[in-house]
């Protein structure tokens, strides 16, 4: 999607906040002896009130409103009977349309006290992610929001999931540019003047690349190791990336 107008971004602000206090508030929620199934019923009736409907669900048939994704998995995890634990790395991935307009957020979480490399994997998460963000602006190539998640994952000691992509996005879940690395590239395409895009870097402590389970939707690393993922919606503007996925109250 490219914003040409007022109207097309006051609706893209309005579905990135639903996503944004929806992710905020399934956060709030979570705690151990919680199913992920009862916190993504919280999601689910969050985006009913706000008149939204869920994107992967609506679009994909993902089985669920949202992806919460636990431990060893690292993205698109179905909401199920699985018990949330203390020490427990969970990711709430929440994307959603309204009057036809999509947004899409995401992050990761410690539930209670975790091991310090995970405590620190966490916060750098959001740091490569503000890397990438900080590369957004007209006439920019789209590598450079891979190449500076890159040389912020190298100085950190960290792998990047090298086949989980951002993406286009706003009159679909995914559209044109239909994949952006999120890891060193050269890809030589341009963002222009009002682009609406996910910067969504995982960050690992070890995998390189992403392997479906036998349910068809959950992702695991590989090598096997931990990975966050943090995903703000942004648009191209002359001063830089608007991010329109911040919560209400943020």
């Known amino acids: 999607m490219t914003i040409t107008h007022e109207d097309e971004l006051a609706g893209l602000q309005a579905i990135g906040r639903v996503v944004a206090d929806t992710l905020q508030a399934m956060a709030r929620a979570m705690e151990p002896g919680m199913t992920t199934r009862e916190l993504d019923g919280i999601g689910r009736t969050l985006l009913e009130a706000a008149g939204a ?29 699985r018990v949330l634990k203390p020490g427990d790395l969970v990711n709430i991935d929440v994307s959603a349309v309204k009057d036809g307009i999509f947004a899409d957020t995401g992050a990761s979480f410690a539930l209670g006290p975790v091991r310090p490399e995970v405590d620190r994997l966490c ?112 648009v191209a503007t002359d001063r830089g990336a608007l991010v329109v996925t911040r919560p209400s109250a943020g």
């Open 53 to 81: 409907q869920s994107a992967p669900e609506t679009s994909y048939g993902f089985p669920g409103a949202t992806c919460i994704s636990v431990g060893e998995e690292i993205a698109h995890g179905i909401p199920g009977d």
């Open 123 to 234: 916060r750098d998460g959001r740091r490569a992610m503000q890397a990438g963000i900080a590369e957004v602006r007209p006439g920019r190539p789209l590598a450079e929001i891979g190449n500076a998640i890159g040389r912020f994952a190298a100085r950190r000691g960290y792998s990047l999931i090298r086949n989980l992509a951002s993406h286009g996005i706003g009159r679909a879940l995914h559209e044109y540019p239909e994949e952006i690395a999120t890891w060193p590239n050269r890809d030589r395409r341009r963002i222009h003047r009002g682009l609406v895009l996910t910067v969504e870097p995982f960050l690992s402590l070890g995998g390189q690349r992403a392997v479906e389970a036998r349910d068809g939707w959950t992702l695991t690393a590989s090598p096997r190791a931990l990975a966050v993922q943090y995903e703000h919606t942004v």
